[in-house]
């Protein structure tokens, strides 16, 4: 099995894509950093600004994109939220 996994940081996008053994060994296959800067003149007063949040649907886009072709088009979605 293939699987793809987005994790959505606030400076940087991550993609990793994997192959999974029967027994859940993997080999990491492909790895990608999207810079979105998601804090760029907001953080201080808790803001996502316009550009910031243009950035980070582009990333996520072109993310998913990719991970969804490389995993085989399947959905699998495991939210990890940090405060």
Known sequence: ???????LGTNTFNLLIASVGSNG?????MSTKHPVKLGKGGINSHTILPEAME??????????????????GQDLCICHLRH
């Open 1 to 7: 099995m293939r699987i793809a996994i987005i994790d």
């Open 55 to 72: 950035r980070g649907l582009l990333a996520f886009s072109s993310a998913y994109a990719c991970g969804r072709a490389k995993s085989g």
């Open 25 to 29: 060994s993997y080999q990491t296959e």
